[in-house]
């Protein structure tokens, strides 16, 4: 007999139970949403978890990020099923993400009909009704690639070749195979809620939200979300680089120097034309640049400000951390601590009569926040704006129009940004944009912040749920959106971020999510530092930037 914890009350079970047996007849539970477990803070497929000592056991069901990213993983397999069987020369790439939807193409760029959609549609609803196991299957290495070469999957031929493992992990259902990054729910029947929408040349697979996870809400349009990875994502294709496996032959070409060159000289393309857009137009007195975390903001805009003194225009940097209300008028989470990431923990009012002040040729007294007593303070510091300069306010409130809603919008230019990887691991698993940032982060609050990886991952969901709530809502209201993502990052952030996931102990809860990290990074080849220029975003992160000496 064996111990089982599950919150906090103990079990005993014979030793070798599934880990299905337990949820069902050990703890009664229904398994309507269940999507996985953790024993031990490590999370396993139901297909083949076993009990085989004590252990602390966990459910994972959708409303978790683990269950949800399950349930994105098993809707997709089933979709990819449904074309096999319906559409068995159409072969489906898995772009990127837009908002709670995957967009999805046909290989050759084919348009996807909406006659062609309906009959997805049923044919997924009938593998869902079957209630179709999903089996692993363990390959060795050479067995899995030997298979995949033999259905002309190269995509995956490279990225299984390149993982130090010996043998290969895939998914049987029915009689489809395929490969995918992570843990899938028991069976199709636990996957029942999607829609399939038509969108552009491809379609829109729409799952449910974590809060939400029994109805598909309403997709709300992203145009330019939408144009901004298809820009970049013309780009991957253009220099054959897609997927991990097409950046793994840059590397071992010894090429990779003039992919890094391209890719930067993009990012400066970008701003450049950026700068050029906020000079072609005088009435543009004010920048407001906005983001979620570790998307670079910081140095997008000094960057942005050498781009514009190009255009004989000097930009004013205006810091939204002076303008927090003091600390006793400062709002309350649900949790009764105090919530600075909502709107008003910042003293609106002062700052709309400032910002007027200045587009009036008035000169300000500029206040300074002290963050260690809460209270503001005024040290003496003088602004007044002339012709030749625009103001530069960095900040998560940026894009929504309460925060400058004394000013005129003909006089505002907003800029989102945000790492929007449209690299995937192969054609069918994508690189969550979030991952790519939780790297960023993880590897600054380490460098500048002397922050464990355990520190920095148990505090993400917070970050996460602040972003939902006051960035991404206002994000398609930007006048322009960049993409801070370099399609060559996530090799040379992989030599740095591994030991700090390494380094997180198994007793912890955050262990799953540095494993899985952990695991994702394994795809990768590194690449070293050397070729990176000193005024790249992603020196903001790995150091030896030209603005942070």
């Not at 995949?148 to 070749?161: E, N």
């Not at 493992?165 to 992570?182: L, P, Q």
């Not at 038509?198 to 109805?215: A, C, D, H, Q």
């Not at 120097?257 to 137009?281: C, F, Q, T, V």
Request: aromatic content about 10%; proline content about 3%.
């Amino acid at each position: 007999m064996i111990n089982i914890t599950y919150k906090d009350k103990v079990y005993e079970v014979n030793e070798g139970t599934t880990a299905l047996e337990f949820i069902k007849f050990g703890l009664k539970l229904d398994m309507e949403g269940i999507m996985a477990c953790k024993i031990s803070n490590e999370v396993k497929s139901l297909d083949d978890a076993v009990l085989k000592r004590d252990c602390v056991f966990d459910i994972v069901d959708y409303t978790s990020a683990d269950g949800s990213r399950i349930y994105v993983r098993g809707l997709t397999f089933i979709m990819l099923k449904a074309f096999e069987e319906v559409f068995p020369n159409v072969r489906i790439t898995v772009n990127y993400s837009l908002g709670h939807s995957l967009y999805c193409e046909a290989e050759d760029e084919s348009e996807i009909t909406l006659e062609m959609l309906k009959q997805i549609e049923e044919k997924m609803k009938d593998i869902i009704e079957k209630n179709l196991r999903f089996e692993k299957k363990v390959l060795s290495v050479e067995e899995a690639k030997a298979m995949y070469k033999q259905h002309g999957r190269d995509d995956k031929v490279g990225i299984i070749g390149n993982r130090m493992k010996s043998h290969v992990s895939v998914y049987v259902c029915g009689e489809t195979m395929n490969y995918f990054y992570g843990a899938m729910p028991l069976s199709t029947g636990a996957v029942k809620y999607f829609d399939i929408l038509k969108y552009e040349n491809g379609f829109l697979l729409v799952y449910p939200r974590r809060s939400n996870p029994t109805k598909v809400q309403k997709i709300i349009e992203t145009k330019k979300l939408y144009n901004t990875f298809n820009d970049y994502d013309k780009l991957h294709k253009i220099l054959n680089v897609s997927t991990v496996s097409e950046l793994n032959n840059w590397i071992k070409s010894g090429k990779i120097a003039d992919l890094i060159r391209i890719s930067e000289a993009l990012h400066e393309k970008k701003i450049a034309n950026i700068a050029d857009m906020i000079a072609g137009d005088r009435n543009k007195k004010i920048v407001l640049i906005a983001g979620p975390s570790s998307s670079g903001k910081t140095t997008f805009a000094q960057r942005l400000g050498i781009q514009l003194r190009v255009n004989g225009i000097e930009a004013v940097t205006l810091s939204m951390d002076n303008y927090f209300v003091n600390r006793e008028y400062t709002p309350r989470d649900e949790n009764g601590n105090y919530d600075f990431e909502c709107l008003e923990a910042i003293d609106i009012k002062l700052f709309n009569d400032q910002l007027t002040a200045l587009l009036n040729g008035e000169e300000v007294d500029l206040p300074t926040f002290d963050f260690t007593d809460g209270t503001r303070h005024y040290l003496g510091n003088k602004a007044q704006l002339k012709e030749n300069q625009v103001l530069v306010v960095e900040g998560i409130h940026g894009l929504n129009e309460k925060l400058t809603e004394s000013i005129p919008r003909a006089n505002k230019f907003k800029i989102y940004i945000s790492a929007l990887t449209a690299l995937n691991i192969d054609d069918y698993n994508r690189i969550s944009t979030t991952d790519s940032r939780i790297l960023r982060r993880m590897l600054r609050d380490s460098k500048y912040r002397s922050h464990s990886a355990t520190a920095t991952l148990k505090m993400w969901p917070s970050v996460r749920n602040g972003e939902e709530k006051y960035i991404f809502p206002y994000q398609e209201d930007a006048d322009v959106m960049f993409n801070s993502s370099l399609i060559y990052e996530i090799a040379i952030l992989k030599t740095y971020v591994e030991p700090l996931l390494a380094s997180v102990d198994r007793t912890e809860p955050e262990f799953s999510e540095a494993k899985r990290l952990y695991e994702f990074l394994g795809y990768f080849l590194p690449i070293e530092k050397d070729d990176i220029p000193i005024n790249s975003i992603i020196r903001e992160f790995i150091g030896g930037g030209c603005f942070y000496r």
